[in-house]
């Protein structure tokens, strides 16, 4: 199944259309599973064999397309622990608390890891179809 979303962009962009694919299909796998989970340009781009900048740039699309959207996790930089989630750069505090270590961290102790997740009415058009249920 394609998403019909991102035709406009296969047209655009037909340089990409080959990785735009191979994102749609591994991005169905994880809207198929019972409970969708989020995408990690990291594992995209491994399942993918290519760059992640070359990934974020097609993630980026099916932002564009309404498809998936960002979340900036706030990592601890000790546990790797999610501290909090942030729909934009701009809102991150200078300072969070880490239930991991019980005190608050600011930039020099936790990172910023940009996953991406689906928008509802992704879920809701297409999980269903692809789970078969
Ligand atoms: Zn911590």
């Given amino acids: 199944m394609r998403f019909s979303e991102l035709d406009r962009f296969r047209n655009r962009y037909p340089q990409l259309s080959s990785y735009i694919a191979a994102a749609e299909d591994y ?7 019972p409970k969708p989970v989020e995408i990690v340009p990291s594992l995209v781009a491994q399942r993918l064999s290519v760059d992640e900048e070359l990934v974020l ?5 099916f932002d564009e397309a309404g498809i998936i ?3 900036y996790q706030v990592r ?11 729909k934009t750069l701009r809102e991150i505090p ?3 608390y880490c239930p991991y ?12 890891e940009l ?6 009415s992704t ?10 249920r």
């Fill in 27 to 33: 991005l169905q796998e994880l809207l198929a599973r």
């Fill in 76 to 86: 601890c930089s000790d546990s790797d622990g999610v501290l909090l989630e942030f």
């Fill in 101 to 112: 270590h019980g005190r608050d961290h600011d930039r020099s102790d936790y990172y910023v």
């Fill in 57 to 61: 740039s097609v993630l980026l699309l």
């Fill in 123 to 132: 879920i809701e058009r297409y999980s269903k179809a692809l789970s078969g």
């Fill in 115 to 120: 996953v991406f997740i689906f928008r509802p």
């Fill in 69 to 71: 959207e960002p979340r």
């Fill in 94 to 96: 200078e300072r969070l």
